[in-house]
Every structure is written in structure tokens, then in C-alpha cells.
């Protein structure tokens, strides 16, 4: 059976699109524990309007990160016919570790949801596995990580590093320096 959704009214667009803008600027100056309510009274609407677009939390945060999603498969897609498959991979673990380090909590939360299928953000962990996996493959086919190796434990590396580099924020070289690390270790 198929549902079909309704357009919105003009004027739940308008309130959609404030929250989406607010939540964005509250999480990145306050990180992604930034308050609802404030979130909401900022867009000038009523928790409960927030809740009406956002259920949770997660759903919230899984709205506002869909843009740097959607850049992310992408750019996994720009390099799936990389001359130098490891490179490709690499590349792209940087560019998610980049994008984690953007919202304080967001590397949190997404290793949370990575363990909770019917949470909303787990909607950014499925396409970013699939994407990450299809570039894992190519790597190991060219013998350049070991078979070992899963995507799963490269996507909570990569969030892992985030989040050691939110709680060092002095030291903007220690995300790559861990990632170099990680990386000796998935050579075959």
C-alpha cells in the first residue's frame, strides 16, 4: 500500500524552513543538545509546532544534516572511479570526519543511531554505510586494506575521531593524525 503525502500549507513550509535555519545556527554555536525550545522560539513558533515537523531530536537533526548528506554520497559517488581506490577511501573518511566536526555531538550521536535502527538519524548512517562500502569493496579488491575490514568499524572510527577532536578543539591536527593512524592499520 502506498500513502501519499500532501503538499504543505505555505505557511508550514515558512515554520518548517525557520526551524531547519534555527536548529542549524543553535547547533553550531551550541551543539546538537542546543535547546528545542530555544530552536523553536527563535523561529518564532511553539514547541509544539516543532514537534509537529520533528518528533525527536533525531528527527530534527537528521532533517538539518540532509544537505551535507546528500554532498557527502556524492562526493562517495565522484570517487567510486578514483585512479587509487585507498586514496578514494581516504578521502572520503576525511570529508565525514570533517562534516562530524561541524556540530559539537553530532559524532555522538551519530554512533549512537548507528546501533538504533528505528532512530531518525539512523536515516544518514544506512545511505553513508552503503556509500562507504561500495568504496571499502573497491579497496580491498585492489589489495590495498585488508578483507578484514568492514564499514561499520570504519564509520565508528571515523566518528570516534570527530569525537576525540570536539574535546580538543586546540589541537586542529589531531583528526588527521588519528585518522593516519587508523589508516597503517587497514593496509593488507
Known amino acids: 500500500m502506498t500513502t501519499s503525502t500532501r503538499p504543505m500549507r505555505a505557511d508550514a513550509r515558512r515554520n ?41 531530536r533525531h528527527a530534527l537533526m537528521n532533517a538539518v544534516f540532509q ?6 554520497l556524492e562526493r562517495s559517488r565522484e570517487l567510486a572511479s578514483a585512479e587509487h581506490p585507498c586514496g578514494a577511501l581516504v578521502e572520503w573518511l576525511r570529508a565525514i570526519i570533517t562534516h562530524a566536526g561541524e556540530y559539537r555531538g553530532l559524532a555522538r550521536a551519530l554512533m549512537s543511531a548507528s546501533h538504533d535502527e528505528s532512530s531518525e538519524l539512523a536515516q544518514c548512517s544506512v545511505p553513508m554505510e552503503q556509500a562507504g562500502a561500495r568504496l571499502l569493496l573497491r ?36 583528526p588527521d593524525r588519528l585518522l593516519t593512524l587508523t589508516l597503517r592499520g587497514l593496509k593488507a
Open 16 to 56: 518548517y524552513e525557520r526551524l531547519l535555519a534555527e536548529a542549524r545556527a543553535a547547533f553550531a554555536e551550541h551543539g546538537t543538545d542546543a535547546s528545542l525550545e530555544d530552536i523553536a522560539r527563535r523561529a518564532g513558533v511553539g514547541i509544539g509546532t516543532l514537534y509537529r515537523h520533528f518528533p525527536n
Open 67 to 72: 544537505e551535507a548528506l546528500a554532498a557527502l
Open 139 to 174: 579497496a580491498q579488491e585492489a589489495g590495498a586494506v585488508r578483507t578484514d575490514v568492514s564499514i561499520s568499524d570504519l564509520m565508528q572510527l571515523t566518528n570516534a575521531i570527530a569525537l576525540a577532536a570536539e574535546h580538543d578543539p586546540a589541537d586542529p591536527e589531531l
